[in-house]
Each structure stands twice: as structure tokens, then as C-alpha cells.
């Protein structure tokens, strides 16, 4: 079995140099699985994808994010059947850990 996302988007931070730096991002790409994306059985789905995000950067190379994310399928597909006259869509949320390895040539604030 393969699987592959790809998603290719753009990130708005909208305070990048804080503790607290909310952001915005929006894209598309796909859903490739050998076996069927979703409940379907088509191996290849396109989507939109858009999220929105919170991170705490707890240390210069440490931060702590929680963010919401939504997949509108360019299919009715995803679930296995075509119902109504919508596309599928998908939401989630996620918490993580993101670790920087270059160092920040500006120097912060808060720090």
C-alpha cells in the first residue's frame, strides 16, 4: 500500500517576532492511497485545504502549537458515496511540538 498528501500553501503569521504568534494558511494539493482515499475506492483525490493556528514559542528553537484544519474534496467521492450536491469535506485538530534548527537573525524581544 502507498500513501501520499501533497499540499502545497501559503502561511500568513500575523505576529512572527512574539510569544504568541497566531497564523493563517490556505492551499490545495492531493490524496494518492493504492488501496482508496477515504471510504472510496479512487486512488487520486484534489482538495482545498485551509487551517488556522496558535503557536507558543516556549524557547527560541522550541515552540507549542494547536491549530483547526478543513479539506474540501474537489469529489463526492471521499465517503463512498455521491450524495447530495456538495463536495466532502474533513476538519481536524491538531496539537504539536515544532523544533527550529536555524538560528533567528533577528534578534527577539521577549528572550
Same mark, same amino acid.
Do not use: H
Given at each position: 500500500? *502507498? *500513501?501520499?498528501?501533497?499540499?502545497?500553501f501559503l502561511r500568513y503569521v500575523? %505576529?512572527?517576532?512574539?510569544?504568541?504568534?497566531?497564523? $493563517?494558511?490556505?492551499?490545495? #494539493?492531493?490524496?494518492?492511497?493504492?488501496?482508496?482515499? #477515504?471510504?472510496?475506492?479512487?486512488?487520486?483525490?484534489?482538495? *482545498?485545504?485551509?487551517?488556522?493556528? %496558535?503557536?507558543?514559542?516556549? &524557547?527560541?528553537? $522550541?515552540? %507549542?502549537? @494547536?491549530?483547526?484544519?478543513?479539506?474540501?474534496?474537489?469529489?463526492?467521492r471521499f465517503d463512498g458515496a &455521491?450524495?447530495?450536491?456538495?463536495?466532502?469535506?474533513?476538519?481536524? *485538530?491538531? @496539537?504539536?511540538?515544532?523544533?527550529?534548527? $536555524?538560528? $533567528?537573525?533577528?534578534?527577539?524581544?521577549?528572550?
Amino acid at each position: 500500500m *502507498i *500513501i501520499l498528501r501533497l499540499v502545497i500553501f501559503l502561511r500568513y503569521v500575523f %505576529l512572527p517576532y512574539d510569544k504568541f504568534t497566531p497564523y $493563517l494558511s490556505v492551499g490545495g #494539493g492531493f490524496d494518492y492511497n493504492t488501496n482508496g482515499v #477515504g471510504l472510496s475506492t479512487d486512488r487520486f483525490m484534489p482538495k *482545498i485545504k485551509g487551517s488556522f493556528g %496558535l503557536e507558543y514559542m516556549v &524557547r527560541k528553537n $522550541l515552540g %507549542l502549537s @494547536v491549530s483547526s484544519g478543513w479539506n474540501y474534496y474537489l469529489s463526492d467521492r471521499f465517503d463512498g458515496a &455521491r450524495n447530495g450536491r456538495y463536495n466532502d469535506a474533513s476538519w481536524g *485538530i491538531s @496539537v504539536g511540538m515544532k523544533f527550529y534548527f $536555524l538560528k $533567528l537573525k533577528q534578534k527577539v524581544a521577549y528572550f
